[in-house]
């Protein structure tokens, strides 16, 4: 976690790098002066995460001469135990962990306090082009929930934004997966849009101001219906 949140964080709270970075990168690491540390300590305003999915890290020392960000990190992930490491699996593949998400909220609050968090990308990916998409709508929930949980155990999340308005072309997968929750028909030139059930859904939920928070009243997407 140094390696992929503490480098980023710690300096912006301690004014330094973790030691951990320190100890293993040691002279390939730059240092703060005394004034670049005073100058960069509390300057955070909020920390901005992108979620999609969990991963499982087991030790793998790096055999190569050579030393880099990977190699210093010395582990192997996968997005689960018989899954192929990360970064080679099909985006459509990945599989949910709302649960992931949550710890990785309250880790955030243990290590560095109080400042304000924003998910700032999660989305789920699909390989058709259906409108009822009902798996979407699921995923929305479980990760909804599980903000939710983590805001009630005293992380201070302030904001969720889903991934994504409309379908694009994703970095990973180009145009084999859809993330949006409109349908965006890419085979017209005129590329036109359509509501699936999750744009419904979403809109309906977030309309309902007085109990938004309350998630567990507002997830029933029965008669809702995709395209109207």
């Not at 301690?14 to 390939?28: A, L, N």
């Not at 901005?48 to 499982?56: A, D, E, P, Q, R």
């Not at 710890?103 to 058709?128: C, F, M, R, T």
Request: charged content about 20%.
């Amino acid at each position: 976690m140094d390696f992929k949140f503490g480098w980023i964080l710690e300096p912006l709270t301690s004014g330094d790098y973790p030691e951990t970075m320190k100890k293993i990168v040691g002279s390939r690491l730059p240092s703060f002066t005394r004034i670049q540390s005073e100058a960069i300590i509390g300057t955070a305003d909020f920390i901005g995460i992108n979620y999609y999915y969990s991963i499982y890290v087991s030790n793998c020392p790096s055999d190569k001469g050579v030393r880099n960000y990977p190699a210093d990190m010395s582990i192997s992930s996968k997005t689960s135990k018989t899954d192929p490491p990360a970064g080679k699996a099909p985006a459509t593949s990945f599989p949910s962990d709302p649960e992931g998400l949550q710890h990785v909220l309250l880790y955030l609050k243990e290590a560095w306090g109080d400042i304000p968090i924003y998910i700032q990308e999660n989305g789920h990916a699909s390989s058709n082009d259906t409108l009822d998409d009902t798996d979407r709508v699921d995923y929305m929930k479980s990760y909804i929930r599980s903000a939710l949980a983590a805001l009630r155990n005293g992380a201070n999340v302030k904001g969720y934004f889903f991934w994504s308005f409309v379908d694009v072309f994703e970095y990973l997968s180009g145009y084999q997966s859809q993330y949006g929750l409109y349908r965006v028909d890419f085979d017209d030139e005129a590329r036109p849009r359509q509501a699936r059930l999750s744009a419904r859904w979403y809109s309906a939920f977030l309309k309902n101001k007085n109990n938004g928070i309350h998630v567990q009243n507002e997830l029933n997407y029965t008669g809702l219906r995709a395209g109207q």
